[in-house]
């Protein structure tokens, strides 16, 4: 009997169903090379799951995510559900994801391939080399906090807490000092412990832990506004970056432009146990939605993070991987990392996907 995974598919909003479905084409090839099999339930969440339920997470998208063995998204949100006075939105429906599951660590590898470091608006001499994971908190901090309004007319105030417990930094420290083992044994934390009480909070405990359990990693805290600074001038001084919710939410769409565009980068959700969830880093794109002229290739990338991470198939996300950097090294590239000003047409996303599977061997 050869292996069999079921796979949540959550295409969502904008462009999430044009790159989902490349995805899946993309994984059933490598699975047929490698012998295993995938089933796949598509569930709602998001706009489309708002218009269609009137809930952005409905509770059978919660219960068929638990029962799987791992998670593709596409993206959620668009202008159609953008009213501030809407009841609900399409985030909340990622919110909630992330939090039923306890996916409570966000890797986003931010490593810039070699065809296109001249797509990027950063000079190549500062981006070669860079290979930096970024690990983001992502079911604590302002996100999760208490939130509401007081008071009305020029005195109505908002309110949204940042909230952090002990036990929430030492996980999320661990998963990423673990991380650094693996690769080139150093981690920097991210706060802004001279003023924020949880930063305060989060550099004591990820001190303690770095301390107490792996003394051999070597460690170091830069402030978040310094780290922006730095993320452009010497982005190779990093390796592994740990920080909270949303700090690391910024920190990754400015990292995503060392490699060039957002349409490259994958990134995968994961908790102590039980499924991980994969997707895109960028958005929903409701400008392109629709034209078929999306990147697939993050959510390609996203897939094989998937067959990694959650399945541990190693060979197969190996096979797509390699694929995907050749299809760059044949200079393929849709519109979003075309050259400006290039004569060459961009490909759509079906030729993309195509070109993907031509060369997958
Ligand atoms: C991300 C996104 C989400 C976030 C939004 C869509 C809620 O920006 O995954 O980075 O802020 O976490
Ligand atoms: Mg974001």
Redesign the pocket.
């Known amino acids: 009997m050869p292996k069999t995974y079921s796979i949540v598919l959550l295409p969502g909003d904008g462009i999430g169903p044009e790159i989902v479905a490349g995805a899946v084409r993309v994984l059933d090839r490598v699975a047929e090379l490698e012998g295993f099999s995938l089933t796949y339930s598509e569930q709602l969440i998001g706009g489309i799951s708002i218009d269609t339920t009137g809930d952005p997470l409905p509770p059978a998208t919660v219960d068929a995510c638990r029962a799987s063995d791992a998670i593709l998204l596409g993206?959620?949100?668009g202008p159609k559900w953008d009213d501030p006075t809407a009841k609900t939105r399409?985030?909340v429906g990622?919110?909630g994801i992330?939090k039923a599951l306890s996916l409570f660590a966000?890797l986003r590898p931010i490593v810039p391939f070699e065809e296109l470091l001249d797509a990027s608006p950063l000079k190549r001499e500062v981006i070669e080399g860079t290979d930096i994971l970024f690990v983001?908190e992502?079911t604590g901090d302002v996100?999760f906090g208490e939130s509401g309004r007081t008071g009305s007319g020029a005195e109505e105030t908002a309110f949204q807490n940042m909230v952090y417990s002990v036990s929430e930094v030492e996980r999320v420290v661990r998963l990423a000092a673990r991380a650094a083992q693996q690769r080139r044994n150093h981690l920097t934390s991210v706060d802004k412990a001279n003023v924020l009480e949880p930063s305060r909070l989060w550099r004591q405990v990820a001190q303690r832990v770095m301390t107490e359990e792996f003394p051999d990693v070597r460690y170091d805290v830069v402030l978040v506004d310094a780290m922006a600074m730095h993320l452009l001038s010497r982005p190779r001084d990093f390796d592994v970056v740990v920080t909270a919710?949303?700090f690391?939410?910024i920190l990754?769409?400015e990292a995503s432009m060392l490699p060039g565009s957002l349409g490259m980068l994958p990134?995968a959700s994961l908790g102590d146990s039980g499924p991980g969830l994969y997707?895109p880093?960028h958005?929903s794109a409701p400008d392109i939605a629709g034209q078929g002229i999306a990147n697939p290739l993050a959510t390609i990338l996203a897939a094989s993070m998937m067959l990694r991470h959650s399945l541990a198939e190693p060979a197969a996300a190996e096979r797509i991987e390699q694929a995907v950097r050749q299809v760059l090294a044949d200079g393929l590239r849709t519109a979003d990392i075309a050259p400006q000003g290039g004569n060459v047409r961009p490909l759509k996303t079906a030729e993309m996907v195509a070109a993907v599977l031509t060369r997958i061997s």
């Open positions: 993206a959620v949100g399409p985030e990622l919110l992330r966000n983001r992502l996100y919710n949303l690391g939410d990754t769409d990134s997707e880093i958005g």
